[in-house]
């Protein structure tokens, strides 16, 4: 049960990352099945594992090989969505910011995230990450392991993130 919570938490991030990292054209209803009522109204839908393409994490928004698989899009009058974002070792974000805030739940390896002008922190599989809305962060690998996360966020006014300057390497600290 704290796992599914903690994912649901997390998803928004995939959304911002696939937001950036869609193929233009693709459907975000792709491999979604509705199920209705008896009613006719949507009760539930279900989107199969797989069912949408990976994306990879563009250059500008990232440093590294990051692969982003997107689990769920924002249906009005809903605006959270969500991600797993996998990095390769010493692979992350550039600085950027959520309107919203934004959630990590870590799945697999060993990461790393900062907020601006706080200390780089380890981050290792079943913590959750709670970035305030508006505050300057990055998140990725540690230099020598991969890091798989779920990221939620939500949209306000159809934005949920705004990415600024890559981290350098003396911010990430490959030496640690």
Same mark, same amino acid.
């Not at 709670?130 to 991969?146: F, L, V, Y």
């Given at each position: 049960?704290?796992?599914?919570?903690?994912?649901?938490?997390?998803? /928004?991030?995939?959304?911002?990352?696939?937001?950036?990292?869609?193929?233009?054209?693709?459907?975000?209803?792709?491999?979604?099945?509705?199920?209705?009522?008896?009613?006719?109204?949507?009760?539930?839908?279900?989107?199969?594992?797989?069912?949408? /393409?990976?994306?990879?994490?563009?250059?500008?928004? +990232?440093?590294?090989?990051?692969?982003?698989?997107?689990? +769920?899009?924002?249906?009005? /009058?809903?605006?959270?969505?969500?991600?797993?974002?996998? +990095?390769?070792?010493?692979?992350?974000?550039?600085?950027?910011?959520?309107?919203?805030?934004?959630?990590?739940?870590?799945?697999?390896?060993?990461?790393?995230?900062?907020?601006?002008?706080?200390?780089?922190?380890?981050?290792?599989?079943?913590?959750?990450?709670?970035?305030?809305?508006?505050?300057?962060?990055?998140?990725?690998?540690?230099?020598?392991?991969?890091?798989?996360?779920?990221?939620?966020?939500?949209?306000?006014?159809?934005?949920?993130?705004?990415?600024?300057?890559?981290?350098?390497?003396?911010?990430?600290?490959?030496?640690?």
């Amino acid at each position: 049960m704290k796992l599914l919570a903690a994912t649901l938490l997390s998803l /928004p991030l995939l959304g911002m990352a696939m937001a950036q990292a869609s193929p233009k054209g693709a459907s975000a209803d792709a491999g979604v099945s509705p199920a209705t009522s008896g009613g006719g109204a949507p009760a539930l839908s279900i989107t199969r594992s797989g069912s949408q /393409p990976s994306a990879k994490g563009p250059a500008e928004n +990232f440093t590294g090989t990051v692969r982003v698989d997107p689990l +769920f899009t924002a249906n009005a /009058p809903a605006r959270t969505s969500g991600a797993s974002v996998t +990095f390769e070792p010493g692979a992350r974000t550039a600085w950027h910011t959520h309107p919203l805030g934004q959630t990590l739940i870590v799945t697999s390896g060993a990461g790393r995230v900062q907020l601006w002008g706080g200390a780089v922190e380890e981050i290792r599989p079943g913590d959750v990450v709670r970035i305030p809305p508006g505050q300057k962060h990055w998140h990725g690998a540690s230099p020598t392991t991969a890091m798989t996360h779920l990221a939620i966020q939500e949209a306000l006014d159809g934005k949920v993130v705004e990415w600024m300057e890559k981290v350098t390497d003396a911010q990430y600290g490959t030496q640690r």
